[in-house]
């Protein structure tokens, strides 16, 4: 397995975008500035930041200072602890002067001020019982050791304190002179700050930790990097900034784009980058010696090959010495080219959900191992797909495989269909009825992904699914928000569908077309766990009405939308799901399927209401 941290070992050819960076930071005449990594959850942003930050380590004049504002988030004020930060950091790395003694005290101090000036505070309390605001609260044995030498009492009482009444425009103006004067003393020759994480504070927290970067610390020598997703950025400026009637949409734009001068994006990922990072953890696991080595090859050859595939099972050797032992690495290889392809799609090129795909893989692995089950690493990692992509359809094959002996009939008779894998001639509606008529095969024949996946090697005719299906047990008894992890874009997405605003719904509609397939199916899972979970029935129809309005917009998804409404209690529903179902599948091959589904539901003799509707609709077909 792998670890899901940040890491300064590049596996997917970050140099160009690193090189990007350094550029801007080594370019004086584009200094100060605020850079800004810009990329979706997973893509690599604290990865490329901890490269750029590791390449000036041991740079003597300069000073690198990492930041999490996510860490402190409801404990301080986000512009004040990001200022006390970078003091400390600042005070405990470098030989102070006598006067830069009394500019860092100074500063500190008049942090203290504004912090209680947010809160309409008089400015009484004194720096010596405040301490360092990045610290909190704290007594003067806190400070840090460089300033302990100093006649704090002297400066703690100095004129400055007659006048109380300060404005911030002067307190603001006074800072930032006096932090260019304490880089100035201190001989550093750039400050680089990097901010990570921020796109996963609350809106105001964002803001404000911009706006410090801006009105503050923004001098001569200053560089700041801030990782974040794009959108979040630009929804906390919505926020802080609502939407005037007559005034251009763009404000959110030119806010960042007055505060982040340089943005460089994290692209997302192609099969091939996909291939080559998902083959090199693969070698990293299997090559303990010598990897760096054979890391150092493939990027090289990669970038004399930019989009041709130059890292496979199928010429390995060449990056390996002669007498390396290969034969299990290539086995992965080729388990590699066959689950790339929909990895990269239903990804959309996405480097950690990669790897938690494949950590998960391996740890069944481990699973079978010691419970001594016979599996094959191909056939799990097919199965593992359908589990994260069509989860509804993963249960179902469970249910059928656990009342067949782990061979269900109906994928012998879809594999014999597609592929002519077997000779089975069994008729559709025979099969149809394996299950009592829960799963209905059509819908998976129209499927283009279940299509694709019957398709691919191996085939499960005659594979007794039992011992895969045992490894994962925890997708199939339960499902939770806690289960699955998500991006705080994706959660905020979630969050929309399930709240009582039409409009937060509908603008939440607007983002579903751009999620990648593994988070659509993941909003859909929980979306209809909240619905069987639901005992309050107003409730119950709000979630239903988002999740056919949701299935309208991903119609990969109908056929999972389907499956729940064949087993859900037909008592517990309203009638109102018959013309959004309408609605969802119009113009799709799922009109028959529904017609199916309403003539079921017209024989319901428990929901008189939803029999009424479902005939009333059959009549006008």
Known sequence: MWNDKDTSIDLIDYDHLVKAVQRIIENDDLIPSTIGIFGDWGSGKSSLMRMVEESYENEAEILTVKFNGWLFEGYEDAKSVLMGTILEEITSNRTLSEEAKKLAVKLFKKIDWLKLAKYGLKYGVSFATMGPVGLGIAALSDIPNKLSEIDYEKFVKSPDDEDQEESLRTSIREFHSDFKKLLSETKISKLIVFIDDLDRCMPDTIIDTLEAIKLFLYTNNTVFIISADEQLIKYAVSKRFPRVEGIRDSVSSDYLEKLIQHPIRIPQLGAVEIETYINLLFTELHIKEGFEDVREKVLQKKNESVFGSVYTFENCEVFFDSDSNTSDLREDLI?????????????????????????????????????????????????????????????????????????????????????????????????????????????????????????????????????????????????????????????????????????????????????????????????????????????????????????????????????????????HLNYAAVPQLQSAVKGTPYEKNLKNLLEKWSQNQDNKLLASISQKSLRKK
């Open 335 to 571: 388990l590699s080219s066959q689950i790339t392809p929909i990895l990269t799609e239903g990804l959309n090129g996405n480097p950690r959900q990669c790897k938690r795909f494949l950590n998960m893989f391996m740890m069944r692995i481990g699973m079978a191992n010691d419970k001594k089950l016979n599996i094959k690493k191909r056939i799990l990692s097919k199965l593992m797909l359908l589990e994260y992509f069509r989860t509804e359809t993963f249960r179902n094959i469970f249910k059928l495989q656990s009342s067949q002996d782990g061979k269900p009939a109906e994928i012998n008779f879809i594999e014999g269909k597609l592929v002519g894998a077997t000779d089975n001639d069994s008729g559709e509606e025979q099969v149809n009825e394996t299950f009592e008529g829960e799963v209905n095969i059509d819908l998976w024949l129209k499927d283009e992904w279940m299509i694709k996946w019957f398709k691919m090697e191996p085939q499960l005719s005659e594979v007794d699914l039992r011992p895969y299906f045992y490894l994962s047990r925890d997708r199939i008894t339960s499902l939770s928000t806690e289960s699955i992890r998500m991006s705080p874009r994706i959660e905020e997405l979630l969050n929309k569908f399930l709240s009582e605003s039409d409009a937060l719904k509908e603008q939440a509609l607007k983002e579903v077309p751009m999620l990648n397939s593994i988070d659509a199916n993941n909003i859909f899972q929980i979306l209809i766990k909240k619905v069987n979970q639901s005992e309050d029935d107003i409730k119950r129809e709000n979630i239903l009405k988002s999740v056919n309005k949701y299935c309208g917009v991903r119609s990969e998804l109908l056929s999972e939308l389907f499956t729940f409404y064949n087993k859900f209690p037909e008592k």
